[in-house]
């Protein structure tokens, strides 16, 4: 039996499912390659978080993206059973409030049509206010596509990666590929800033750095990635104000319309807007005034009432990584031998991610003639971390029982306890993260999600870092930087009084 | 059915700060079966992690640190022998009746049930983020309320960073930026969106111009740029609107940003109950005995209102001991009729909200711009005195007598005059 080692560059959503997808067979050696700290850190931590249904996507300019977004929806369905991620499906309106718009909405009923999405139709005054309560009361009517889902799309990179990793893929964080090794025409691995790592396949899925990747490689070099940046305002939980559906406006030619959603958490969100960047401006997930201004315009025309601005409790930005031409660039090519790109996965990528790896398989197995074993033992599922919120007090008390760390409370705003932040290190270090971040554990555990955004319950989770990875609290990294610069006495003392302490 | 530990009570304290503390020791004064709850592992709340004088002035007649100021506190309880937790999470409070409210509670040991006839509320309040105060830009390592830079600081001996900007000039503001200035760091300035500093005089002159940090007034931070950590703040000029003036951005590099734009009242577990707000202070409505609009739960401290100083939170704290008392004696607070407390010229907040006119009350109150030689008057009662300024960093008391107060026939309203004003 032939052994491949397959590379896989960037852990976000499609990097993720491609490790889940080939963990499946006995003769592949995944490594999963990220330059951050953590997963999921790049586009999959900031969008708009929604399962398309695909009737958004016109099949005769994009048939790809129409296809693989249909069965990413069917496929995430299975998946979060699996993996046990936060997700509903309440469907969505497209809601119009022109004739004009009402005539661009119509087209997407003949999309869902050709791409076979089911129950699209369009719904009216009446109709729509019964689905969708809160909608604004001047709105005409809306396209509803019922399949249509929400989803955590940070805490499915991680469960996707927890039982990969599970079934045996290895994660290599804070590891840099800065070039793609090739000789006689056959990929051989990627140079990193921790050394070489061999690999027959590398699989570029570097999101908003794919072009970069591929552009070593010298293939499609006509290829680049110009980010498009997507601003949010995400408000409190305990705003009334909570569409079931999900509700955006009709898109243009400039932007795919804004969502007016309630997260799989809970909160209102906002978002997002469409701004081309210079193509170098790859960090630049700044939010602006203008941007949220506009948000807040566009929301007031789906909205019957805006919930006061003052419950705001974050805003952010992600940044799309727009290929040339609208197209995902997904192939496996056979000069050099070996290289795989999957690039410019713009929207909707994070609802196609099941459907890209199983492509992205057939593609290699087409293309390289793999000859696949299927593991004996594979196993599919994963459980969430236990919590606190949501439960009864009787179960709350159950769980006490079962470990006292569940009764002490660290984040008030997201009742987040002891046991899941806990749980939350140990699962980091069990895939392999190096540097244990208290964002990390945010994104586990939602602990500083709240309205206070941390300010009562960092550094009690920072306190928990320090004791379980003995770094010092002031080294403890939050996001990329450390929680503090110094100890308060060491500074009166001088640094030399350290020394000789 | 559960094996959930259920105790009885006459009185809950949940909150485990100065108003909590004062609460629990008067209430056990009073001979009411009491418990104090503390999420924290430590009681004192703020004032425990205040290592600078200012504390005590009124209600000791002594200047204290906040830490010794708690402390006496705690030998007072350890005296009276007062029942408290710590490590105890309060998740829910139910109203099942009159007489009747469970507060659940979340400990290593288990979920408490507690019944209890009143409930205490001084849970404290929660400070206002970046986002709240709607600053734009990145999202880097490096911005800290000022609340948890002080508990890194005082409690942890953590340094958050070295070169500080700091956002607001309330007495928060100003002892923060003193407290990092005595650290050997660098606070390049406090900046203050309204026209004039929102701390004491005394704080403006022995935090910032005693260790030359400059004070920007009518300035507003508008955007943060860093890439790991704060790099930098874009800072404007704002006119009377609080509206940014186009053209007089500046940025001012730091790697450090401490917000200290105020506080809220913390009133989460009270919301679900549906209890009245009140707008001004973001705090519940309340009576004289600080009872909110649900019979039998009070409310005292910063979940009240934001108070300037830790020895009214104390006053508010035994006041709602004492309501307590009454309640449980009477079966409710006796009163022939509620009157309103009404905010006349000049006044953005008052406490309480209403009165009965049958006891002595001390009426606290806040105005919303400053103003030199007025009178502070509740024309219903005659009451009237002379101040030389008031300013919002300042409340203002009015203590009213029993008597005084009879007289009032529908409402009280507090107002402010100019010595040379006509209505
Ligand atoms: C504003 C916005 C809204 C969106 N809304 C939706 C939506 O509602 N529904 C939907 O389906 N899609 C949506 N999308 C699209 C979706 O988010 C993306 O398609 C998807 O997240 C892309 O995933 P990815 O794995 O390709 O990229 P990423 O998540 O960016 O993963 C790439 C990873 O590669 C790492 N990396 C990069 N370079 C290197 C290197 N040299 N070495 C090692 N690692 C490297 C990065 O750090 C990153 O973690 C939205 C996107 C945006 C920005
Ligand atoms: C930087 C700074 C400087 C100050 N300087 C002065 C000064 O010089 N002089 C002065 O007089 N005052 C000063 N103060 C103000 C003073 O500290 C406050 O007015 C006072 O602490 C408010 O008391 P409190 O009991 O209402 O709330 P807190 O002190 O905030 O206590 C509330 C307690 O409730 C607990 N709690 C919260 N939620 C729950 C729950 N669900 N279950 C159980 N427990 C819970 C909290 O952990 C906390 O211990 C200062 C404050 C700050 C921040």
């Given at each position: 039996?032939?052994?491949?080692?397959?590379?896989?560059?960037?852990?976000?959503?499609?990097?993720?499912?491609?490790?889940?997808?080939?963990?499946?067979?006995?003769?592949?050696?995944?490594?999963?390659?990220?330059?951050?700290?953590?997963?999921?850190?790049?586009?999959?931590?900031?969008?708009?978080?929604?399962?398309?249904?695909?009737?958004?996507?016109?099949?005769?300019?994009?048939?790809?993206?129409?296809?693989?977004?249909?069965?990413?929806?069917?496929?995430?369905?299975?998946?979060?059973?699996?993996?046990?991620?936060?997700?509903?499906?309440?469907?969505?309106?497209?809601?119009?409030?022109?004739?004009?718009?009402?005539?661009?909405?119509?087209?997407?009923?003949?999309?869902?049509?050709?791409?076979?999405?089911?129950?699209?139709?369009?719904?009216?005054?009446?109709?729509?206010?019964?689905?969708?309560?809160?909608?604004?009361?001047?709105?005409?009517?809306?396209?509803?596509?019922?399949?249509?889902?929400?989803?955590?799309?940070?805490?499915?990179?991680?469960?996707?990666?927890?039982?990969?990793?599970?079934?045996?893929?290895?994660?290599?964080?804070?590891?840099?590929?800065?070039?793609?090794?090739?000789?006689?025409?056959?990929?051989?691995?990627?140079?990193?800033?921790?050394?070489?790592?061999?690999?027959?396949?590398?699989?570029?899925?570097?999101?908003?750095?794919?072009?970069?990747?591929?552009?070593?490689?010298?293939?499609?070099?006509?290829?680049f990635i110009k980010p498009r940046r997507g601003e949010y305002l995400l408000f409190d939980e305990d705003v009334d104000i909570k569409p079931t559906r999900i509700l955006h406006t009709v898109p243009t030619l400039v932007t795919k319309g804004v969502y007016v959603v309630t997260t799989v958490h809970g909160n209102l969100m906002i978002g997002p807007t469409a701004e081309d960047l210079p193509v170098d401006a790859r960090e630049a997930t700044l939010t602006t005034r203008e941007g949220l201004e506009y948000l807040w315009r566009e929301a007031g025309?789906?909205?019957?009432?805006?919930?006061?601005?003052?419950?705001?409790?974050?805003?952010?930005?992600?940044?799309?990584?727009?290929?040339?031409?609208?197209?995902?660039?997904?192939?496996?090519?056979?000069?050099?031998?070996?290289?795989?790109?999957?690039?410019?996965?713009?929207?909707?990528?994070?609802?196609?991610?099941?459907?890209?790896?199983?492509?992205?398989?057939?593609?290699?197995?087409?293309?390289?003639?793999?000859?696949?074993?299927?593991?004996?033992?594979?196993?599919?599922?994963?459980?969430?971390?236990?919590?606190?919120?949501?439960?009864?007090?009787?179960?709350?008390?159950?769980?006490?029982?079962?470990?006292?760390?569940?009764?002490?409370?660290?984040?008030?705003?997201?009742?987040?306890?002891?046991?899941?932040?806990?749980?939350?290190?140990?699962?980091?270090?069990?895939?392999?993260?190096?540097?244990?971040?208290?964002?990390?554990?945010?994104?586990?555990?939602?602990?500083?999600?709240?309205?206070?955004?941390?300010?009562?319950?960092?550094?009690?989770?920072?306190?928990?870092?320090?004791?379980?990875?003995?770094?010092?609290?002031?080294?403890?990294?939050?996001?990329?930087?450390?929680?503090?610069?110094?100890?308060?006495?060491?500074?009166?003392?001088?640094?030399?009084?350290?020394?000789?302490? | 059915?559960?094996?959930?530990?259920?105790?009885?009570?006459?009185?809950?304290?949940?909150?485990?700060?100065?108003?909590?503390?004062?609460?629990?020791?008067?209430?056990?004064?009073?001979?009411?079966?009491?418990?104090?709850?503390?999420?924290?592992?430590?009681?004192?709340?703020?004032?425990?992690?205040?290592?600078?004088?200012?504390?005590?002035?009124?209600?000791?007649?002594?200047?204290?640190?906040?830490?010794?100021?708690?402390?006496?506190?705690?030998?007072?309880?350890?005296?009276?022998?007062?029942?408290?937790?710590?490590?105890?999470?309060?998740?829910?409070?139910?109203?099942?009746?009159?007489?009747?409210?469970?507060?659940?509670?979340?400990?290593?040991?288990?979920?408490?049930?507690?019944?209890?006839?009143?409930?205490?509320?001084?849970?404290?309040?929660?400070?206002?983020?970046?986002?709240?105060?709607?600053?734009?830009?990145?999202?880097?390592?490096?911005?800290?309320?000022?609340?948890?830079?002080?508990?890194?600081?005082?409690?942890?001996?953590?340094?958050?960073?070295?070169?500080?900007?700091?956002?607001?000039?309330?007495?928060?503001?100003?002892?923060?930026?003193?407290?990092?200035?005595?650290?050997?760091?660098?606070?390049?300035?406090?900046?203050?969106?309204?026209?004039?500093?929102?701390?004491?005089?005394?704080?403006?002159?022995?935090?910032?111009?005693?260790?030359?940090?400059?004070?920007?007034?009518?300035?507003?931070?508008?955007?943060?740029?860093?890439?790991?950590?704060?790099?930098?703040?874009?800072?404007?000029?704002?006119?009377?609107?609080?509206?940014?003036?186009?053209?007089?951005?500046?940025?001012?590099?730091?790697?450090?940003?401490?917000?200290?734009?105020?506080?809220?009242?913390?009133?989460?577990?009270?919301?679900?109950?549906?209890?009245?707000?009140?707008?001004?202070?973001?705090?519940?409505?309340?009576?004289?005995?600080?009872?909110?609009?649900?019979?039998?739960?009070?409310?005292?401290?910063?979940?009240?209102?934001?108070?300037?100083?830790?020895?009214?939170?104390?006053?508010?704290?035994?006041?709602?001991?004492?309501?307590?008392?009454?309640?449980?004696?009477?079966?409710?607070?006796?009163?022939?009729?509620?009157?309103?407390?009404?905010?006349?010229?000049?006044?953005?907040?008052?406490?309480?909200?209403?009165?009965?006119?049958?006891?002595?009350?001390?009426?606290?109150?806040?105005?919303?711009?400053?103003?030199?030689?007025?009178?502070?008057?509740?024309?219903?009662?005659?009451?009237?005195?002379?101040?030389?300024?008031?300013?919002?960093?300042?409340?203002?008391?009015?203590?009213?007598?029993?008597?005084?107060?009879?007289?009032?026939?529908?409402?009280?309203?507090?107002?402010?005059?100019?010595?040379?004003?006509?209505?």
């Amino acid at each position: 039996m032939h052994r491949y080692r397959v590379a896989i560059v960037g852990a976000g959503i499609i990097g993720a499912s491609i490790a889940r997808i080939l963990s499946m067979y006995e003769n592949i050696d995944v490594s999963l390659i990220e330059k951050e700290p953590d997963v999921g850190w790049g586009v999959s931590k900031a969008n708009t978080a929604v399962i398309h249904p695909g009737h958004e996507e016109d099949p005769k300019s994009y048939p790809l993206r129409a296809r693989l977004c249909k069965e990413g929806n069917e496929l995430w369905r299975e998946w979060v059973r699996e993996l046990d991620i936060p997700a509903k499906w309440p469907g969505e309106l497209m809601v119009f409030t022109s004739d004009e718009e009402e005539k661009a909405a119509e087209k997407y009923i003949e999309f869902a049509k050709v791409n076979k999405v089911p129950g699209v139709r369009v719904v009216y005054r009446e109709e729509l206010r019964a689905l969708e309560p809160t909608v604004n009361p001047d709105a005409l009517g809306a396209v509803y596509a019922p399949t249509a889902g929400m989803i955590s799309p940070m805490e499915a990179v991680i469960a996707i990666v927890e039982n990969a990793v599970e079934n045996g893929v290895k994660l290599f964080t804070e590891t840099e590929v800065f070039n793609v090794r090739v000789s006689a025409n056959r990929v051989i691995g990627v140079d990193t800033n921790r050394g070489f790592i061999e690999a027959d396949v590398v699989i570029n899925a570097a999101g908003l750095y794919a072009d970069k990747i591929s552009n070593v490689v010298g293939v499609d070099t006509w290829f680049f990635i110009k980010p498009r940046r997507g601003e949010y305002l995400l408000f409190d939980e305990d705003v009334d104000i909570k569409p079931t559906r999900i509700l955006h406006t009709v898109p243009t030619l400039v932007t795919k319309g804004v969502y007016v959603v309630t997260t799989v958490h809970g909160n209102l969100m906002i978002g997002p807007t469409a701004e081309d960047l210079p193509v170098d401006a790859r960090e630049a997930t700044l939010t602006t005034r203008e941007g949220l201004e506009y948000l807040w315009r566009e929301a007031g025309k789906i909205l019957k009432v805006l919930p006061p601005r003052s419950r705001v409790i974050r805003t952010f930005a992600g940044l799309r990584p727009e290929p040339p031409n609208g197209q995902w660039l997904i192939k496996a090519y056979d000069s050099p031998w070996g290289f795989v790109n999957v690039a410019g996965t713009r929207s909707p990528g994070l609802t196609a991610a099941p459907a890209i790896a199983l492509h992205v398989l057939e593609q290699m197995r087409s293309v390289f003639d793999l000859r696949l074993v299927k593991k004996e033992k594979w196993n599919p599922f994963r459980k969430d971390i236990v919590r606190v919120r949501n439960r009864s007090i009787e179960e709350i008390d159950r769980l006490v029982e079962t470990n006292p760390d569940y009764g002490e409370i660290l984040c008030y705003c997201r009742m987040v306890s002891k046991a899941e932040v806990v749980e939350a290190i140990k699962r980091m270090k069990a895939i392999g993260v190096k540097t244990i971040t208290v964002d990390g554990i945010k994104f586990r555990t939602y602990a500083g999600m709240g309205k206070c955004q941390g300010s009562f319950c960092r550094w009690r989770v920072a306190l928990l870092v320090s004791k379980y990875t003995g770094v010092p609290l002031e080294s403890v990294v939050v996001k990329r930087g450390s929680y503090g610069v110094g100890d308060v006495k060491l500074l009166l003392r001088g640094r030399a009084a350290k020394g000789q302490g | 059915m559960s094996n959930l530990i259920e105790e009885r009570y006459d009185v809950v304290v949940i909150g485990g700060g100065p108003a909590g503390i004062a609460a629990a020791i008067r209430a056990t004064e009073l001979g009411l079966k009491t418990i104090l709850l503390e999420n924290r592992d430590v009681l004192g709340g703020i004032p425990l992690q205040c290592v600078h004088p200012g504390f005590g002035l009124h209600y000791f007649k002594e200047d204290l640190t906040g830490t010794q100021f708690i402390h006496r506190f705690f030998e007072r309880m350890e005296r009276i022998g007062v029942e408290y937790i710590t490590s105890a999470h309060v998740h829910s409070i139910e109203y099942r009746d009159y007489m009747e409210k469970v507060v659940n509670t979340i400990t290593r040991k288990g979920v408490l049930r507690l019944y209890s006839k009143t409930i205490i509320y001084t849970v404290g309040a929660r400070e206002r983020t970046l986002f709240e105060i709607g600053v734009v830009g990145d999202r880097p390592d490096g911005i800290y309320t000022a609340g948890e830079a002080q508990t890194m600081m005082d409690i942890y001996g953590v340094l958050p960073g070295k070169d500080v900007v700091i956002i607001g000039s309330g007495d928060v503001g100003l002892i923060m930026a003193r407290r990092f200035a005595l650290e050997g760091a660098r606070v390049k300035a406090v900046i203050e969106i309204m026209p004039y500093p929102g701390g004491l005089m005394r704080n403006v002159v022995q935090c910032l111009r005693d260790f030359n940090i400059p004070l920007l007034l009518s300035h507003a931070v508008i955007s943060i740029a860093g890439k790991k950590r704060v790099e930098k703040v874009t800072v404007v000029k704002v006119d009377e609107g609080f509206r940014p003036i186009p053209g007089t951005e500046f940025e001012i590099a730091c790697d450090t940003v401490v917000i200290a734009a105020g506080l809220r009242p913390n009133i989460d577990l009270l919301e679900r109950l549906s209890i009245a707000i009140d707008p001004a202070t973001g705090g519940p409505m309340v009576n004289e005995l600080l009872e909110t609009s649900i019979p039998g739960i009070f409310v005292a401290g910063n979940a009240l209102v934001i108070n300037d100083l830790a020895d009214y939170v104390v006053e508010q704290g035994e006041k709602a001991a004492e309501g307590a008392k009454i309640f449980i004696e009477n079966s409710g607070i006796p009163a022939e009729e509620w009157k309103p407390v009404k905010r006349g010229r000049n006044i953005r907040l008052a406490i309480p909200h209403y009165i009965s006119g049958e006891r002595s009350v001390t009426i606290l109150a806040r105005v919303a711009k400053p103003e030199q030689r007025v009178f502070v008057e509740v024309p219903e009662v005659g009451y009237k005195t002379f101040h030389m300024a008031v300013r919002p960093a300042e409340m203002i008391r009015l203590d009213l007598s029993k008597d005084a107060l009879s007289k009032a026939e529908k409402s009280v309203t507090i107002e402010v005059k100019p010595i040379a004003y006509r209505a």
